[in-house]
């Protein structure tokens, strides 16, 4: 039986200078894990059961980051499916995208945290070390520069 997690890309806009384009103004929100490798993720984390996928991702968003989805806008049209193993065994993970509706929205970290960071796309890449996470991080930035 495979893993299944779910969570959101979280981005945010800040005011751009009336020079530069409107996708340099975006930043993408990752945690630190306080486990492990203490890997960068987008919040995310199993499905609980009775939960639908979409239920999931703003659970983990509200227990990881402290972000209600009334603080959220979802974005229509993307979803992304990953598939991995961990430990032997398969895992996917669904994410979709969300703006936090004020970018100077507060962060709360749960236990499960030690560090959160707002970065610019390259260096969400760069703090994201597996590729397919970097790949869908460029993947919703592709999508949302499309949607400008």
Known sequence: MAVRACGLIIYRRLQAAPSSKVTDSIEYLLLQTSYGTHHWTPPKGHVDPGEDDLETAFRET???AGLQPSQLTLIEGYRKEL??????????VVYWL????????EIKLSEEHQA?????????????????????????HQFLCSKE
Do not use: I, S
């Open 98 to 105: 969300a703006e936090v509706k004020d970018c100077n929205t």
């Open 116 to 140: 959160f960071q707002w970065l610019k796309l390259e260096d969400a890449c760069k703090f994201a070390e597996y590729e397919d996470m970097q790949a869908t991080l460029k993947e919703a």
């Open 62 to 64: 509200r227990e990881e």
């Open 83 to 92: 598939h991995y193993p961990v430990r032997g065994k398969p895992k996917t």
